[in-house]
């Protein structure tokens, strides 16, 4: 992303969910922003009205594979077929691999048709070990010019994001960064 641009992308990864997507979609439309959803497939198929929820709110939708595997544990033909999969319900080009990493012959085939979103600000919202405090801090320390920002709309995540996710907000708004989305 462009490092001239004050700018950030706020992406959750792992979702839809119905216990953390909802309240997400609501705190972005308080403050006017659009992200991107990193979206597992077989949440997207059980939870359709969500899949749907966040695209008629604006938002962009991704693929974080069908059932969240990692690339180095799966044979190349495999992962590959699990993202299609993922793909038949959410008919995206972009791609996030579920942990950061894949092989080479699988990014080199997923590259063909999906733009690879990867990120270089992980809340890790999702710790047990970290707080909500944690997460806003984590926000303002590595937050820069053109960050690709990851929230988690999951259930590990949610009671942090209750007040992490605003308090992040605030603070990245009050240091002038726009929020803008993957066109």
């Known amino acids: 992303m462009d490092p001239r641009q004050k700018s950030v992308y706020l992406t959750f990864d792992d979702g839809p969910i119905p216990e953390a997507t909802p309240f997400i979609l609501d705190v972005l439309d308080r403050y006017g922003i659009k992200a991107t959803f ?18 008629s709110r604006g938002h962009r939708i991704g693929n974080h594979t069908f059932n969240h595997i990692g690339g180095f ?9 699990n993202a299609e999969k993922a ?19 699988q990014y080199e085939r997923l590259r063909r048709h999906y733009r690879i979103i990867m990120w270089d600000l992980v809340t890790r919202d999702y710790s047990k070990w970290m707080t909500a405090n ?11 010019n053109g960050s690709i920002i990851t929230f988690h709309d999951s259930l590990k995540s949610i009671d942090k994001l209750k007040s992490a996710l605003p ?3 605030e603070w990245l708004k009050s240091q002038g960064y726009e929020f803008k989305v993957f066109d």
Do not use: C
Request: glycine share 4%; no cysteine; net charge positive.
């Open 134 to 144: 944690d997460v806003v801090a984590n926000v303002k320390l590595y937050a820069r």
């Open 38 to 55: 990193f979206m597992v497939g077989d949440n997207a198929r059980k939870y359709p009205h969500l899949l749907q929820e966040v695209r």
């Open 167 to 169: 308090e992040s907000i």
């Open 87 to 105: 793909n038949e319900l959410l008919q995206t080009d972009l791609f996030r691999p579920p942990h950061g990493w894949m092989k080479t012959m």
């Open 73 to 81: 544990r799966w044979l190349s033909w495999k992962y590959l077929a």
